[in-house]
Nanobody
Framework: QLVESGGGLVQPGGSLRLSCAASGFTFYYYAITWFRQAPGKEREGVSCSSVLDGSKYYADSVKGRFTISRDNAKNTVFLQMNSLEPEDTAVYYC?????????????????WGQGTQVTVSS
């Protein structure tokens, strides 16, 4: 099970920190990815934290603004989002894949959270 929190309404240029708490599986062995889906758009991978070597992936649209981190002791992954833009408005989901390295193929994910809404608007 994955449970996201931390979404909300923020003005352009603001920040939010999303959390994804995992339970019921061996968290350490799973790559964790944040996806997002805006109305009328396909779900896209935003950022991933691998298991293999701690490597991280960021979509070009969020590089330099978003930071992913994971605390394996607490089974939690965070997404720090700075300099938010209206284009970042979406439902954000965290997902866990049973692979040591990152993947953006949604079918490869075993667990999904319920999503948390992020709205960037003045």
């Amino acid at each position: 099970q994955l449970v996201e929190s931390g979404g909300g309404l923020v003005q352009p240029g603001g920040s939010l920190r999303l959390s994804c708490a995992a339970s019921g599986f061996t968290f350490y062995y799973y790559a964790i990815t944040w996806f997002r889906q805006a109305p009328g758009k396909e779900r896209e991978g935003v950022s991933c934290s691998s298991v293999l070597d701690g490597s991280k992936y960021y979509a070009d649209s969020v590089k330099g603004r978003f930071t992913i981190s994971r605390d394996n002791a607490k089974n939690t992954v965070f997404l720090q989002m700075n300099s938010l833009e209206p284009e970042d408005t979406a439902v954000y989901y965290c997902a866990a894949a049973p692979y040591p390295d990152c993947t953006l193929v949604t079918d490869e994910y075993s667990y999904w959270g319920q999503g948390t809404q992020v709205t960037v608007s003045s």
